[in-house]
């Protein structure tokens, strides 16, 4: 198997059990918090695809993407991410462009040298492993907000 083709799986994978929470959480859920954790589940999706997009943008050199990563800009959770609709359509947006530029990288392409201000530098391979972890941590904690959160 090729190396995109593996790590395209390995990202679909990955990323299916943001699906699986998506498809549960209902609009008035996005606005659950625990009272020691500053960020909304509305927060954490938009932020899960704003961060994928400046991923792709970044890291692959997407520069055609068009992202205005506002919780990335803001830092904080301002309350406005309520819209459920729009949330899912902007991380089904951020996946499949992630997905495509999987599908368009070469072989040779995943050793080349990436530097960022995030990260420093490091191999394309390893630079894709930090967006599935990070990915796969904002998940996890929108799964405790689903679950134990509270309205505020």
Known sequence: MEISAGLKQAYIEAR??????????????????????????GFLLRHIGDVELLFAKNVFKATEIDVKARTVI???????WINLD????????????????????LNESWDELITTNEFGTKTKIEAFGRIISHTAYHTGQVALLLKYGNLN
């Open 16 to 41: 299916s059990r943001l699906k699986l929470l998506t498809d549960q959480i209902t609009e008035p859920d996005l606005s659950k918090r625990l009272a020691s954790v500053p960020n909304s589940i």
């Open 74 to 80: 803001d830092k904080k959770d301002t309350g406005e």
């Open 86 to 105: 729009e949330l899912v359509e902007y991380l089904e947006k951020s996946n499949s462009t992630i997905t495509k530029i999987i599908e368009n990288q």
